[in-house]
């Protein structure tokens, strides 16, 4: 046999083999079939609105798409995500075109609405899952999900119309539910909601400050004639009454809680220099002011110093010590109830210096705190502020919370912290601001736990784990203008509409983690970092731009889930000195840069990953390379990286030559 | 038949000329080692990926693989006289031309399909990490799309060689060889589409001007037949059934007046 | 006009019958006349020589018969039924040099159709020690014998010879000349184009003398030399040819052999 014949048949064997590519019908969607849903990656509604949705055992609808370019399965929670992760250009570009959808099939389970509109099934029945395309849509009803109107799916079209004839709602079927949803602008806003929302704290300051003006009903003291002086200094106009009460303890009252239990509504109780026995209860709105640090409370080591039950109290001018060491409440049984029921009896009721449950506008000033435990729990209280107070934790992991709101949304601003576990740990405490503070010392600065809407502004934070941690997932937080360094991690972020902006992280292991999916991140300051950015998001639809990354061992780091590309509007980041020239002046290099790429990270130190960065090869890369980013490995790209910082004077105060 | 029988013989002996050829055979191993960097260089764990990996250096390099490995066929032994010696034989012209292009189409395909291989192998042995906790599905990615790339990369080397043995067949001597040999690769990557890139200044350009470039027409088949049904954004059009024609066009046409031109 | 005509086998012995038939031919390059009006027949079993001065149109009168060139007017026929009918040797034979001789050999008997027996053809022209050697490692007198057995390839019954002769050493030389004298022997036409006039003297049946575009003389070297009134040939070509004097036969060539 001729050698030619014989390559000839290999060679048309192998040509046959690919022609058999042509036959294959590629990625119809048709085999893919619904999985569990914890088996997806979920994004959608918050996960504190999954989380009461669930626990009230109300359905939140939801939906799971197999994307073209993406090999995990996206679950959303919620038809309105559903809809923008389907439609969202967004989304399209970085995992391709969905090859499949599928969403709950309510028919058959015969569902009803709460009175206030949430959807409740019978025997808690699990929905099944029906193609998206075939579901019909119930909408313009009254049902809600925690989070909003919802539209409702059915797979069987008879059983949609009897639901929306039953409540006054209308069919549509998966085009008409898009045409709806994209009636609606989705504006993407990379500004942060800082004034609104700084603006709301002032405000909750100004009236927590209202308790400061209460007129003095009692002088409290060890020393009569020290407190006799005190009370005849107070100014008739100051004074409840002719004149406040001169109470001496141990003669006039047993005890402290004793004489404040006599104090009227409304009223000041000033508490003179010395050391008070102090495991108190405040019932009433009273405003308890010390001196300074010379007026101690000490709870003597055991249980909680004082419990405010009562709103607008107000605490100020104190030193409190003496807090029991008890970090979490006893669980009385274990019911099996959820995790955050078990965080809320136990973390919310370990010992404290201060614990305020129903305290509305109540107010903590200029206190300082010595606490093996906590420093201040807000449990139900909205609108409390805590200011100009110092927290002193215990040294290592063995102290606890510095504030801790839960369920209370509270103003923590000017305050320092030093010790103990968390500076501010937020449970479920939307809308709550964190700002001027500063933290050293201790596990996290910031932890927030299904907290969304919150603003943690202009702190800085030293020596921590990590600065600013937003776990679990929430979204519309706003971390803006903080100052982390000689830190593990910098900030680190989950959840999705969110902002981290204008901060300077430096010095840390790693700077920033972004573990968020439809965020902005711009003109943060990352400097001297071992790793600049990390990347950790499995849903990398944000939008980074407008930072100046230099001078970190590793710029970025890549995530586990896919390429991404950082750039908005033809902006990208601040690199230092990348490969590529800007030709039209416009401060943006026409040429993307790689910062998880070897070459490209090494171009501004080896000669060689310089000329190979300016290679015709590297240049044909750049081409496709950015396309089918959901199919790619991890990586980083940014298509449009700045020739200049954004911020020129943070990168000099760090000496890092801007050239 | 006897013709298919002195083809086959014809083939055999440009199949072995090029593999006993020392520089042809470097610069196969430079193709299918480039070609494979390439596919390992990129690392990605997707088809798809890879193809868009591929497909601006392939298109360049396989017009000059295909006239490294054809360019001499029929201008060598013109211009050692053989070719006068082959023509007192009873063949036909014609289907010596064949032969010579089908012996060295062989060794072109073997060196392209050879190299996908090399470059398709990063693929199934990429270890991207699995999130063993998510549940993962087949994509729009798949093997297909690369074997259809393949396919359609098949065809295009075909056409290069098909032009190249035009080219062999046209010229009289090593010099106007090369020079045309070195225009005909120049023509295809750059000139062609240059052409083509100046013709598309109004906004309704017939499709059929792709027709014009083989490289477009190759270009514009892969993007339909491998990048468009994942999802990638493509202009819809007749580019797959265009494609094919134009490139068979052009290897027809090239063989045709190949023929012609050697055997005068 | 011009006519190529394939012989009929005619009732008559290989001797009589005329293999190769020119009648009447001419050719020019670009303009310029190269034949005028040759015509001649060389009968099988024939060694024909064509000699003649360097530029006198040898090459272009054995093109012709080998059917490289049509004639711009006149015809060529050849003897000859389905196969290969003439044998041809260039001036310059080359193979390509990645293959053996051997190889070489039998990718032109694969032109031909039959299996060739390469061995055979091999032994004829002497070339069997170096069957599996690479062509480019032949001597220039190898690579014309090499010529030689691809022209005996496919058992034509005209061999059109182009100085089948130069290059090749005495040894050489003399087995060429009992190869072609076998050829003439088994029936075969062989024209051969020469300056070897000691080749011409010791194989040649016939003479044709080409000057300047054209035949001046035909027939056995007795004839031409009685023409002539010569005793040697190379003073009958003197005699015959166009300007007398010098015809540009190299003095070397007197000497019979090269080296």
């Known amino acids: 046999m001729r050698t030619v014949t014989l390559a000839g048949a290999v060679v048309l064997l192998a040509l046959l083999v690919a022609g058999s590519g042509l036959v294959v019908d590629t990625g119809d969607g048709e085999q893919l079939s619904p999985v569990a849903f914890d088996r997806t990656l979920t994004t959608g509604l918050t996960g504190v609105d999954v989380e009461q949705a669930r626990e009230a055992g109300y359905v939140v609808p939801r939906g799971q798409v197999f994307y073209s370019q993406y090999e995990y399965v996206v679950g959303y929670y919620g038809t309105d995500a559903l809809v923008t992760g389907v439609s969202h250009p967004r989304h399209r570009a970085q995992f391709g075109r969905p090859l499949a959808v599928f969403v709950n099939d309510l028919a058959g389970t015969d569902p009803a609405l709460t009175d206030e509109g949430y959807v409740t099934l019978p025997d808690a029945a699990a929905p099944g899952w029906t193609r998206a395309e075939d579901a019909w849509f119930v909408v313009g009803t009254p049902a809600r999900t925690p989070a909003g109107p919802t539209a409702l799916p059915f797979g069987d079209r008879a059983a949609a119309r009897a639901f929306a004839a039953a409540h006054d709602g209308s069919v549509v079927d998966w085009e008409g539910l898009r045409e709806r949803r994209a009636d609606r602008t989705d504006a993407v806003d990379h500004e942060p909601p800082v004034a609104e929302r700084q603006r709301w704290a002032d405000r909750t300051v100004e009236r927590a400050h209202g308790t400061l003006d209460r007129p003095v009903s009692m002088v409290v003291g060890t020393d009569r004639p020290a407190v006799e002086t005190a009370a005849g200094r107070v100014s008739p106009e100051d004074a409840a009454g002719d004149a406040p009460a001169a109470v001496v303890l141990g003669e006039d009252a047993p005890t402290l809680a004793a004489a404040v239990d006599r104090a009227p509504a409304n009223t000041t109780v000033r508490l003179l220099a010395g050391r008070y026995d102090a495991n108190l209860s405040v019932g009433r709105p009273l405003t308890l002011a010390g001196t300074g640090t010379d007026t101690v409370l000490d709870g003597g080591g055991d249980g909680t110093v004082v419990t405010v039950s009562s709103p607008a109290v107000a605490l100020t001018d104190l030193r409190i010590v003496g807090v029991g060491d008890a970090n979490a409440g006893q669980l009385e049984s274990d019911d099996g109830s959820a995790w955050d029921r078990r965080i809320r009896l136990t973390y919310g009721y370990g010992d404290a210096a201060v614990r305020l449950h129903d305290a509305d506008r109540s107010l903590v000033e200029n206190v300082r705190i010595d606490t093996p435990s906590n420093g201040v729990v807000a449990l139900d209280s909205d609108g409390v502020v805590v200011r100009e107070t110092q927290v002193t934790g215990t040294d290592g992991l063995s102290g606890f919370m510095s504030v801790l709101p839960m369920y209370s949304r509270m103003v923590v601003e000017d305050s320092r912290f030093d010790g103990g576990r968390d500076a501010v740990y937020a449970h479920y405490a939307d809308g709550t601001v964190v700002r001027d503070n500063h933290v050293e010392d201790l596990r996290f600065g910031f932890h927030d736990m299904y907290t969304s809407d919150t603003l943690v502004v202009n702190n800085t934070v030293r020596d921590v784990n990590t600065g600013i941690y937003v776990m679990t997932r929430p979204a519309g937080n706003a971390v803006v203008g903080n100052d982390v360094r000689n830190s593990s991690v910098g900030i680190s972020t989950a959840g999705t509409a969110s902002y981290v902006t204008g901060n300077v992280v430096a010095n840390n292991e790693v700077g920033l983690s972004i573990g968020t999916a439809r965020s902005t991140y711009r003109g943060n300051t990352v400097v001297d970092n071992g790793v600049g950015v990390r990347s950790t998001t499995m849903l990398p639809t944000n939008d980074v731009f407008e930072n100046d990354v230099v001078g970190n061992d590793r710029p970025v780091s890549p995530g586990t889930a896919t390429l991404e590309s950082w750039a908005v509007d033809g902006r990208g980041n601040y690199w230092g000195a990348v490969p590529g020239v800007d030709r039209d002046g416009d401060g943006v290099v026409e040429r993307a840069y790689r910062p998880t790429d070897p070459v490209d990270r090494n171009a501004r130190r080896s000669p060689v990953a310089n000329a190979l960065a300016y290679s015709p090869a590297a240049r044909m890369f750049d081409q496709f390379q950015q396309a089918a980013p959901g199919l790619r490995r991890p990586s980083v790209v940014d298509p449009a990286p700045l020739t200049d910082p954004v911020h020129p004077n943070r990168l000099e105060t760090h000496n890092v030559s801007v050239s | ?264 | 006009m011009s006519t190529r005509q394939t012989g009929r086998a005619e009732e008559q012995p290989a001797e009589q019958r005329p293999a190769v038939e020119v009648t009447d031919v001419s050719h020019s390059f670009d303009g310029l006349d190269v034949l005028g009006d040759v015509s001649f027949t060389v009968p099988g079993g024939t060694v024909a020589c064509v000699v003649g001065p360097n530029g006198s149109g040898k090459t272009t009168l054995l093109r012709l018969v080998a059917d490289l060139l049509e004639p711009d007017a006149g015809s060529v026929t050849v003897a000859g039924d389905g196969g290969r009918r003439v044998g041809y040797l260039a001036q310059q034979p080359a193979f390509r040099r990645q293959f053996t001789v051997a190889e070489t050999v039998g990718f032109y008997g694969s032109l031909v159709g039959d299996a060739t027996d390469v061995d055979a053809v091999l032994d004829r022209v002497g070339l069997s020690a170096v069957a599996d050697r690479r062509v480019d490692a032949l001597s220039g007198g190898m690579r014309r014998l090499l010529g030689l057995a691809q022209a005996m390839v496919g058992d034509p019954s005209v061999f059109v010879l182009d100085e089948p002769a130069t290059g090749l050493d005495p040894t050489m030389a003399r087995h060429l000349r009992e190869v072609i004298g076998a050829l003439a022997a088994d029936g075969d036409a062989v024209l051969l184009s020469t300056h070897d006039l000691h080749t011409v003297d010791r194989i040649a049946d016939m003479v044709l003398l080409v000057d300047r575009g054209e035949l001046v003389a035909a027939g056995p070297p007795a004839e031409l030399l009685a023409e002539a009134g010569a005793t040697t040939l190379d003073d009958a070509i003197e005699t015959l040819g166009h300007g007398g004097g010098t015809v540009g036969v190299s003095p070397g060539l007197h000497g019979g052999d090269r080296a």
């Open chain 2, 1 to 264: 038949m006897s013709e298919l029988r002195y083809v086959a013989d014809v083939a055999e002996r440009e199949f072995r000329t090029v593999l006993r050829t020392p520089t042809l055979l470097a610069v196969g191993l430079g193709y299918v080692v480039l070609v494979g960097g390439i596919g390992w260089l990129g690392g990605t764990g997707a088809y798809l990926a890879l193809v868009l990996d591929l497909l601006t250096p392939v298109e360049l390099l396989v017009p000059v693989l295909s006239f490294a490995v054809g360019y001499r066929a029929l201008l060598g032994d013109r211009e050692s006289g053989e070719l006068e010696t082959i023509r007192t034989y009873p063949i036909a012209g014609h289907w010596y031309v064949v032969g010579v292009y089908l012996g060295r189409a062989v060794v072109v395909l073997g060196l392209v399909l050879l190299s996908f291989v090399l470059a398709g192998s990063v693929v199934p042995t990429s270890d991207t990490a699995q999130l063993s906790v998510v549940a993962s599905h087949p994509t729009a990615d798949s093997p297909a799309l690369y074997l259809r790339y393949a396919l359609a990369t098949a065809l295009f080397a075909l056409v290069a060689l098909a032009i190249a043995t035009l080219v062999s067949a046209a010229a009289r001597s090593t010099r106007g060889g090369l020079a045309l040999a070195t225009g005909g690769v120049v023509a295809l990557v750059v000139g062609l589409d240059s052409a083509l890139l100046g013709s598309v200044s109004g906004e309704h350009v017939p499709t059929a001007v792709l027709a014009l470039s083989p490289n477009s027409a190759y270009r514009s088949l892969v993007l339909e037949l491998s990048v468009a049904p994942t999802g990638v954004a493509v202009p819809e059009g007749p580019t797959a059934l265009l494609g094919t024609a134009a490139l068979l066009a052009w290897l027809a046409a090239s063989l045709a007046l190949a023929t012609r031109l050697a055997w005068r």
